[in-house]
């Protein structure tokens, strides 16, 4: 039985490889899965009648549709995946994933993956310092600004100044 279509779906462009973005996902995250797979009906500027041209997903519970549209559009971090993480295990759990299967790591928790979509991994230590403003949360943004994967003991010891 079929699924009903989410009401708002995430649309993801891909050059070609949604069907491979959306394993990876489902593999990786929890209340992850790959749903649908929908074939071209037809040749289409990008592809041919059969190639793969739609995959519904899910990551961490967000329902997504990942489509096969070609080259001509490249992902930026104006759209990114932030995942909150509780442990340090976590973090790197998911930040490894990424980075090790063909990504690359930036700043502040940030990297992408090896299709260019940016994914935040965000410890909640982090966000619980930037919700307390003031002082811990300058701190904590501080020593933030010196990171590319966040180091939760360094957040903590930040946060306490």
Same mark, same amino acid.
């Given at each position: 039985?079929?699924?009903?279509?989410?009401?708002?779906?995430?649309?993801?462009?891909?050059?070609?490889?949604?069907? +491979? %973005?959306?394993? #990876?996902?489902? !593999? $990786?995250?929890?209340?992850? @899965?790959?749903?649908?797979?929908?074939? &071209?009906?037809?040749?289409?500027?990008?592809?041919?009648?059969?190639?793969?041209?739609?995959?519904?997903?899910?990551?961490?519970?967000?329902?997504?549709?990942?489509?096969?549209?070609?080259?001509?559009?490249?992902?930026? +971090? %104006?759209?990114? #995946?932030?995942? !909150? $993480?509780?442990?340090?295990? @976590?973090?790197?759990?998911?930040?490894? &994933?990424?980075?090790?299967?063909?990504?690359?790591?930036?700043?502040?928790?940030?990297?992408?993956?090896?299709?260019?979509?940016?994914?935040?991994?965000?410890?909640?230590?982090?966000?619980?310092?930037?919700?307390?403003?003031?002082?811990?949360?300058?701190?904590?943004?501080?020593?933030?600004?010196?990171?590319?994967?966040?180091?939760?003991? &360094?957040?903590?010891?930040?946060?306490?100044?």
């Amino acid at each position: 039985m079929k699924k009903p279509i989410a009401k708002n779906t995430i649309c993801i462009w891909y050059d070609k490889d949604a069907l +491979e %973005a959306a394993r #990876f996902y489902a !593999a $990786t995250f929890p209340d992850s @899965e790959v749903g649908e797979i929908n074939h &071209a009906p037809g040749d289409y500027p990008s592809g041919k009648e059969g190639d793969v041209l739609t995959v519904t997903f899910t990551v961490l519970g967000i329902p997504c549709l990942g489509l096969n549209g070609g080259p001509q559009f490249k992902h930026t +971090e %104006a759209f990114s #995946f932030q995942v !909150a $993480t509780d442990t340090q295990e @976590e973090t790197d759990r998911y930040w490894n &994933a990424i980075v090790g299967n063909g990504g690359e790591e930036s700043y502040c928790g940030w990297c992408r993956d090896r299709w260019g979509i940016s994914w935040q991994i965000t410890p909640r230590t982090l966000s619980e310092a930037m919700m307390a403003g003031g002082d811990e949360a300058k701190r904590a943004f501080a020593a933030m600004m010196e990171m590319g994967k966040i180091d939760v003991a &360094a957040i903590d010891a930040a946060r306490r100044g």
